[in-house]
């Protein structure tokens, strides 16, 4: 024998239902934000001020910087590293330059939103044989026919960094960097790479 169930009982029950289902999917979809990168550009959360400072390149940095001398010096180029660690009172000055000092922009970010402020980047620039610090792109010291900037840049992108002139908006030639896939802002909220991870 089959009991009728009334209108409104079967209404309210769907309703029920849909508010349920409604409920777990909001649930289900704000757990998958929280772990979504797109949470921190939609919602950032604030610097972390009472970190311990970072007052020198990251250990694997500059161990890669010291094989990058040596192995350029193989091919018969010598570099002079020209940055590495820079504070972010160094860096708002560099920024002004071009702007409201004298000189060329030579960044486009300001103090905290650099990889050199927190000890993941160098800045590189050629000695010739003569002892000249240039910063030529078609330098050919070695004479074998190559750049050697570009030598350079494949050398250090063989060993890990990130080369600014392959950036696709402002190029930073003299640039390299491991973020280790942390981005600035994790860094700018105490996130940091351990001092053994490799590139």
């Known amino acids: 024998m089959y009991v009728t169930v009334p209108a409104q009982v079967r209404q309210r029950r769907t309703r029920r239902r849909q508010w349920l289902l409604a409920a777990m999917l909001l649930a ?3 757990m998958m934000f929280m772990n979504s990168p797109v949470r921190e550009r939609i919602w950032p959360q604030a610097e972390i001020e009472d970190l311990p400072p970072v007052t020198s390149l990251h250990p694997v940095v500059a161990a890669k910087m010291t094989e990058l001398i040596q192995q350029t010096k193989k091919l018969g180029i010598t570099i002079l590293i020209t940055d590495g660690f820079r504070s972010k009172l160094e860096q708002d000055v560099l920024y002004q330059q071009g702007r409201s000092d004298d000189g060329q922009v030579v960044t486009n970010v ?3 939103a650099s990889y050199h402020n ?10 010739t044989s003569k002892g000249k610090v240039i ?3 078609k330098y050919d010291g070695n004479h074998n026919g190559q750049p050697d900037w570009m030598e350079v840049a494949a050398v250090a992108k063989s060993l890990g960094f990130t080369w600014g002139g392959d950036w696709k908006g402002f190029k930073d030639y003299p640039h390299l ?3 280790f896939g942390y ?3 994790e860094l700018k909220r105490g996130k940091r790479p ?3 991870m490799e590139p």
């Open 118 to 127: 927190y000890g993941l980047a160098i800045d590189f620039a050629l000695r």
């Open 110 to 112: 300001k103090g905290g």
């Open 183 to 185: 981005s600035i802002r």
């Open 135 to 137: 910063w030529d792109l």
């Open 28 to 30: 289900l979809a704000g």
């Open 194 to 196: 351990p001092d053994d």
């Open 177 to 179: 960097q491991m973020d």
